[in-house]
């Protein structure tokens, strides 16, 4: 891979931040989902979908927060009450994103996974101290 430094900020690659504490979402990416307006059609659906799948990496279980927005896109735009406590539970969620743990060499990692009929999710972590650190997240529809 060949980064455009012309296109990135020191340290900000790929829609997230690398420092000394670790991996963090990129702040305006978050700023942009929580600061939007529910959708009120089906353009405004998937801007919201697309900003929820590039920040997937640090969202826990990220296809069970927006697999409902996806099954609406299948169907003509209705945007009901569920569909408006799944918006509101993913902008709380979105403020406070975990930290990702970078890896340190030689150290042992740690996969848990969940699924059920339709989703798989997992979650790669690190134990530091007897503490557990999120060092990536996946989640996939079946």
């Given at each position: 891979?060949?980064?455009?430094?012309?296109?990135?900020?020191?340290?900000?690659?790929?829609?997230?931040?690398?420092?000394?504490?670790?991996?963090?979402?990129?702040?305006?990416?978050?700023?942009?989902?929580?600061?939007?307006?529910?959708?009120?059609?089906?353009?405004?659906?998937?801007?919201?979908?697309?900003?929820?799948?590039?920040?997937?990496?640090?969202?826990?279980?990220?296809?069970?927060?927006?697999?409902?927005?996806?099954?609406?896109?299948?169907?003509p735009f209705?945007?009901?009450?569920?569909?408006?406590?799944?918006?509101?539970?993913?902008?709380?969620?979105?403020?406070?994103?975990?930290?990702?743990?970078?890896?340190?060499?030689?150290?042992?990692?740690?996969?848990?996974?969940?699924?059920?009929?339709?989703?798989?999710?997992?979650?790669?972590?690190?134990?530091?101290?007897?503490?557990?650190?999120?060092?990536?997240?996946?989640?996939?529809?079946l």
């Amino acid at each position: 891979m060949i980064l455009n430094l012309g296109k990135c900020a020191f340290g900000v690659f790929l829609g997230f931040m690398v420092s000394q504490r670790g991996i963090e979402a990129n702040p305006e990416k978050i700023r942009a989902i929580i600061g939007m307006q529910p959708p009120r059609n089906s353009k405004e659906l998937q801007r919201l979908t697309r900003c929820h799948a590039a920040l997937n990496r640090f969202i826990s279980q990220s296809i069970n927060r927006s697999l409902l927005f996806f099954k609406i896109l299948r169907k003509p735009f209705e945007w009901n009450e569920e569909c408006e406590a799944a918006f509101q539970e993913s902008e709380g969620y979105l403020m406070n994103t975990p930290l990702l743990n970078k890896v340190e060499l030689g150290e042992p990692l740690y996969v848990y996974r969940a699924s059920t009929t339709t989703i798989l999710s997992s979650v790669l972590i690190r134990k530091d101290q007897k503490v557990q650190k999120p060092i990536y997240y996946t989640s996939r529809v079946l």
